[in-house]
């Protein structure tokens, strides 16, 4: 690390040992990575990489195939906290604990490669003060024996370096969802427990946008959302379309954050509801049927949630 780093003042985490990690964009970092380094693949067999609504789309699309393959075949889930909302991480190659994508030349998914594998060494810290309807970002910086570009004779700043990687546009795209799992966390106790049935309707809306694209196509969607023929085509062709109208209705199912219009019968029943919201908990807001839907994910959810 270099003498030049940079401390943000105003740290959204007081009086914790995380401050003199706590960078800001403009810190300065020595750090190269390239293919004749002797410690070229070492971070890609020892992984322990989380993944990002967009990331899983970029992977998917580069592999062609569905998200929902794409959650079998290459990931594993886990919780965010005890019965709280799910994320998603990469499954190393059976028995060992290297990325199904490392190969002796490197990545082989290397433009698409995710938000976390663009960030290493640096870390992104997403936080959130109480008093504040915002997150702010700031960054760590991850300093393992086996990364020897440390060494390297290379200086350039936090946002220097986030440029290089590409990681405006992941971090743009996978702002939403960062916001999501914040106001997860800090909602804390105050949501209840969710039902299998609101984790699986989140885990579907984040991350298996091949499956919630049916979902949205489904009779019981089409009684209860007054959508409009122009914003129905976007979602049906668009994932990106599809990403962001899955957190609105997640913000609207979980948290009562109304953005999508209810049909007739479904809006009745929904101010009804309303106008007994003191009592009434996540668990009891209708929505169509997720009853059909399994998590892509080897069953291990369900298991760890009996
Ligand atoms: S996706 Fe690529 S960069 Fe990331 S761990 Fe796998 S091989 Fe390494
Ligand atoms: S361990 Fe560090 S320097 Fe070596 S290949 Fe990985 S990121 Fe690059």
New binding site residues.
Partial sequence: MSDDKKLIDDSPIPDTPVLPNQLAGDAVIQ????KD?D??????KNIDIMLTPYDILRLKKRLGITSTEFLRQYTEPFEFGRGSVGGVKYKPKEGTNECQFVTEEGCSVYEDRPTACRY??VGLLSTRRQDENFDRASYALVQ?D????HF?DRKLTIDEYREEQGLEEYDEHGRAWRQLILKVKSAGPAIGNMSKTSLKFFFMACYDMDRFREFVKSAGFATTYDIDQATMDEMLADDMALLHFGDRMIRQIMYGEETIALKGDALDKHLERRGDRESVSHENVERPSMAAYEMPVDGEDEKKNK
Avoid: D, K, Q, T
């Fill in positions: 750090f190269r990575c390239h380094i410690c070229f693949n070492a971070c890609c290493y060494p393992e086996h990364c020897h570009g390297e």
